[in-house]
């Protein structure tokens, strides 16, 4: 294998090209986590591996509680499927609260506001209710628990890796949130060696070809708990070294070959890019700074045969979307010729008319 077939088979690993699967739940769980702090963006990650997907499709899943989204694995959103959201929060909840209080300390939010916030969230939610964060932050108000300068975002979080809330049905147009029990019962759950396994298995066979370091980045886990979780799983997976690093991947996968020109446009925070520490397989380090603002913003990515190739950009304007693009270099006229179609792949999910805006480097 070379750089150009890890990233090929990122792509197919990712179910990016060639999906296997048929609805949002078995997206996410083949994939284990996808990272969603930007959640239109989020959702389109989903679709993009999901063959004929619609927004709505997605967000259906969301509003049924089959998919999760929620803070887990390092310390921002993710959507987990239901059928994992618990034994992910047992291996890693404990780890990211410990990280947070510090700054809990900064803020001046003690034990006594955290169990009392905790406690006023369960009342409100109790029921199935589902309540937007404008809803929810009055009833903190009211016991004289602090809110203001992130404080909220804060109390929300730490909730969420409590495993009392997560994300409930979209009302109004409006992300809200529901208790965890009354969404997704709980089940006997792995112990903490098996759940290591679990997710060791899961990394690998969706993102591989990766590294431990990868993994370990991925995880949120600490470099010791990374290594003992792949020496757990070890004998699924096949290992070769490339330019000093040790890739691990499905031992029965061989390096995919370019049969035709694949073109997708891939969303903000893709785990295409995010999910490992080094991105020089699909995104040459010259145009790194392009693509992943100096802030770490990952912005959404023109892919092209594996090859992070340029940028792009969505508005709406009177009910069509319009996909602009800018890219590193000027592409082939057929590719262009692709890169609209993927663009009108994306159009077809939102279920709107899309209108490719022609970038002005070709």
């Known amino acids: 294998m ?17 999906s296997k699967c048929e609805t949002p739940k078995e997206v996410v769980d083949w ?26 499709i997605v967000e259906i899943a969301l509003s049924n509680g089959e998919i ?22 047992a291996l890693r ?20 506001m955290v169990v009392k916030s905790n406690q006023i969230m369960e009342k409100a939610l109790r029921g199935g209710k589902n309540l937007t964060r404008e809803e929810i932050l009055p009833e903190l108000t009211k016991a004289g628990i ?42 006997d759950q792995p112990s903490r060696e098996e759940a290591l396994a679990k997710l060791a298995k ?3 066979s969706s993102h591989g070809p990766a590294t431990v370091q990868d993994f370990t980045w991925w995880s949120g886990l600490s470099a010791k708990e990374a290594s003992h979780a792949l020496e757990l799983v070890k004998s699924n997976f096949k290992a070769e070294t490339i330019n ?18 694949v073109v997708t446009l891939l969303p903000a925070f893709d785990e295409f890019i995010i999910s490992y520490t080094n991105r020089t397989a699909a995104l040459p380090f ?10 770490g913003i990952f912005r959404p990515i023109v892919v092209v045969n594996g090859q992070v190739t340029g940028i792009w950009k969505r508005t709406i304007q009177k009910g069509k979307v319009v996909v602009e693009t800018e890219f590193f270099q000027p592409p082939e006229k057929t590719t262009l010729r692709l890169i609209e179609e993927a663009a009108r792949r994306y159009g077809n999910f939102l279920g709107m008319e899309t209108e490719f805006s022609m970038p002005l480097n070709t």
């Open 286 to 295: 010259e145009n790194f700074n392009e693509a992943v603002s100096n802030n």
């Open 2 to 18: 070379n750089l150009v077939d890890i990233a090929n088979n990122r792509l197919i690993n990712q179910q990016i090209e060639r």
């Open 31 to 56: 994939m284990g986590a996808i990272q969603a702090q930007d959640y239109a963006m989020a959702k389109w990650a989903i679709g993009v591996r999901l063959p004929e997907a619609t927004d709505r």
């Open 202 to 204: 899961k990394y690998y």
């Open 93 to 112: 909840a404990t780890r990211i609260k410990a990280a947070m209080r510090p700054r809990f300390k900064q803020l001046g939010l003690t034990e006594d």
């Open 146 to 187: 602090p809110v203001d300068e992130n404080r909220a975002s804060h109390l929300l979080m730490w909730a969420e890796l409590d495993g009392l809330v997560c994300s409930g049905a979209t009302k109004d147009k409006k992300l809200t949130y529901a208790l965890l029990e009354e969404r997704v019962p709980k089940a």
């Open 68 to 89: 999760i989204r929620t803070h887990l694995l390092r310390p921002t959103w993710h959507i987990v499927s239901a059928d994992d959201i618990y034994w992910m929060l």
């Open 244 to 261: 000093g690093q040790t890739y691990w991947y499905i031992q029965t996968q061989s390096p995919a070959p370019i049969e035709k020109e």
